[in-house]
């Protein structure tokens, strides 16, 4: 029996609209979690909004509005986004949930009775943006004699009364952690990041604020509301069930998965982990943290001009499109970068020129000259068992590299198969052999009905609206991994006198369009 399998998202900050940055994230995990369903495995997908902190308080004051209201409105953003991009999460999750504020208060409990948290008076630079303390160490200096974080964000002076986690005291543990499980931290840039920071020393932690009211009060500590990273991270386990559902926590935690930008691998590496040790929780089992996605190159930036929104992009070409884009173009890990012509040309010469026209053609073919019965056995051939072969190795190479998270050349994989096909269709020419070898065509597009159908079933993930509609003009009923190892579905559907309809096409051609939908 497969072992429960749980992925989560960094939940979003919304004190702004999506981005594709955040639209790419969940589209990656969505795409993992349905890999690992359609092993077999009993999943649990999270992701959702993270509404605590300073920078919601002054972006609602700047507009005037009370905070609850701004988080109830730009969450709803984030959860429409997430429907209109197919991502099939179990919990969209937001911090302003009851149970999420009884379980952060559980877990600061549990790290003051592990002595872990003290009060005292915190004066340092933080960074609203960021909603992040630094380092004297670790600043810049900017235009002006402005002093910048890590990130390039400005930071202040703050001086205040606050509750204290000893991070310190983690240290060591950490590091020991780190050597113990290797893959903890993937992929292996960010590892030797975090190692180096960590092995520079560790200061406690302000876990607490008091100049604003806007998050989870402090158990027993009037007029203190946590950190938000603290009720942030919490998040994961509240999910499963944290404190009180010990079945449901036990069955999923810890996460398999947690996938994240690189530019919160800190907070998800260093301070939650040390949380959950303090806390004698046991520790997520990988953090992933994915590059970001550049516009032509460029870093997106409001004052540019630059920000994508995905939702206008997935109108454009199609969520598939746009979700096959994302993980075939991106080396998962890495920055990358997108355009509008970009997404055409990689749409059109994967899904629609190569994928897309080998099962419009084969199944029009067989709906206009078998009047859509599946073809009978026909005569073989060596050439049939070296495609079926190799469509074999294609779809077993994806399902290898997607369990390393490679997740392009899982696709660069699934393409040569694709390849391979319409090398054998130009080669057996079907159209051809329908007059000179009639009991030859049969075995050809049989054999291509077995190899289209397994493509549609490995890609599934990747492009589940697309690859569910190939699979119903196939019969298909059985869309999990056993499915490709099910040598009788064939003759299985044979018997019961199936017949393929004349199909639409799959995956049409796109034309470069202008924001306003226009043909460029």
């Known amino acids: 029996m497969p072992k429960p399998y749980y992925i989560t998202t960094a939940i979003h900050y919304p004190n702004g609209r999506p981005h594709i940055g955040h639209a790419y994230e969940m589209i990656a995990a969505d795409t993992i979690a349905r890999f690992q369903r359609q092993a077999g495995r009993d999943v649990r997908f999270q992701t959702g909004t993270d509404e605590h902190g300073l920078k919601m308080v002054q972006t609602a004051r700047g507009r005037d509005m009370e905070v609850r209201a701004l988080a109830d409105e730009m969450s709803g953003y984030f959860r429409d986004m997430a429907e209109k991009l197919d991502i099939s999460c179990d919990r969209f999750i937001r911090t302003v949930e009851s149970d999420h504020y009884a379980a952060s208060q559980a877990i600061w409990q549990a790290m003051a009775d592990a002595g872990d948290l ?36 400005p930071v202040e002076w703050t001086a205040e009364e606050t509750w204290f986690f000893r991070l310190s005291k983690y240290q060591q543990p950490l590091l020991d952690f780190y050597a113990a499980n290797p893959d903890f931290i993937r992929p292996e840039s960010r590892r030797n990041e975090i190692l180096r920071f960590v092995e520079g020393g560790l200061a406690d932690l302000s876990v607490s604020r008091t100049s604003f009211d806007w998050g989870v009060p402090v158990p027993g500590s009037p007029g203190h509301v946590m950190y938000v990273w603290v009720d942030a991270l919490t998040n994961y386990i509240t999910g499963v069930g944290y404190p009180d559902d010990k079945a449901m926590f036990e069955k999923f935690w810890p996460a398999d998965l947690h996938l994240i930008g690189k530019d919160i691998v800190r907070f998800h590496t260093v301070y939650w982990p040390a949380f959950l040790m303090s806390a004698q929780l046991p520790l997520p089992k990988q953090v992933f943290g994915h590059g970001f996605l550049l516009n032509r190159g460029e870093k997106m930036s409001k004052s540019v001009g630059n920000v994508v929104d995905p939702m206008a992009l997935a109108e454009l070409y199609g969520v598939d499109t746009l979700r096959y884009f ?53 005569k073989g051939d060596p050439a049939d068992a070296e495609l079926l072969a190799a469509v074999r190795q294609g779809t077993a190479e994806f399902r290898a590299q997607f369990e390393k998270l490679a997740l392009s050349q899982a696709l660069e994989a699934w393409m040569q198969a694709v390849f391979a096909c319409n090398a054998y269709i130009d080669t057996q020419a079907p159209w051809a052999l329908r007059k000179t070898d009639p009991e030859r065509m049969h075995a050809v597009l049989g054999t291509l009905i077995r190899a289209i159908r397994d493509l549609a079933i490995a890609i599934l993930p990747v492009v589940p609206a697309s690859a569910n509609k190939l699979l119903d003009f196939l019969g298909a009923k059985d869309r999990d991994h056993a499915a490709l190892e099910d040598s009788g579905w064939y003759e299985a559907l044979a018997a019961k006198g199936f017949r393929i309809s004349p199909p639409t096409p799959i995956f049409p051609r796109l034309e470069l369009k202008t924001a306003e939908g226009e043909t460029a």
Request: aromatic share 12%; net charge negative.
């Open 118 to 153: 003290y009060l005292d008076r915190y004066e340092g630079w933080y960074s609203v943006r960021d909603e992040a303390f630094y380092e004297e160490k670790e600043l810049t200096e900017g235009e002006g004699g402005q002093k910048l974080s890590p990130q390039g964000t």
């Open 326 to 378: 994302l993980l075939r173009d991106v080396s998962f890990g890495q920055d990358g970068t997108f355009s509008d012509e970009a997404i055409v040309t990689r749409a059109n010469a994967d899904l629609s020129n190569s994928f897309g026209n080998l099962a419009q053609r084969t199944l029009a073919f067989i709906a206009k000259n078998l009047e859509g019965a599946l073809p009978e056995a026909g």
